[in-house]
């Protein structure tokens, strides 16, 4: 059985978020991956990145590799970070033991904590 993922972007004060739904895998990753890229498109000079996994109920490690080459983006071209919200416990246990978790990276319990770390673009 194959499920799907939904994605959605929207921007918060000229800050790009990616909503999820569902899973990424394998199967899955190529939507997430595609958004990454429309992104950095529309956004060429963002520092800051929320992926919002409140709605994802599994990830793989093809999903975690699309994230840390968005993560790996970011830092190159802008010093960024990407920051992960709503994770579940089962998710962000992934992301620890992955090794994933470096300065590219920030795991937020809700979108507001986030928004508050994220410095003002200009």
Known sequence: MVLDLNV?????????????????????????????KLIFEKYPD??????????????????????ANGANQIARLSSGVISIINATPQIRKIFDVS????????LYDNEDTAMSRIQPQG
């Open 99 to 106: 090794g994933l978790m470096s300065t590219n990276f920030a």
């Open 46 to 67: 963002t520092k800051d990145l929320i992926i919002n996994l409140g709605n994802v109920r599994y990830i793989d490690s093809t999903g975690l590799g699309v994230i």
């Open 8 to 36: 959605s972007i929207r921007d918060r004060s000229n800050i790009p978020i990616i909503d999820l739904e569902g899973e990424i895998d394998v199967y899955t990753y190529p939507k997430l991956s595609d958004s990454l």
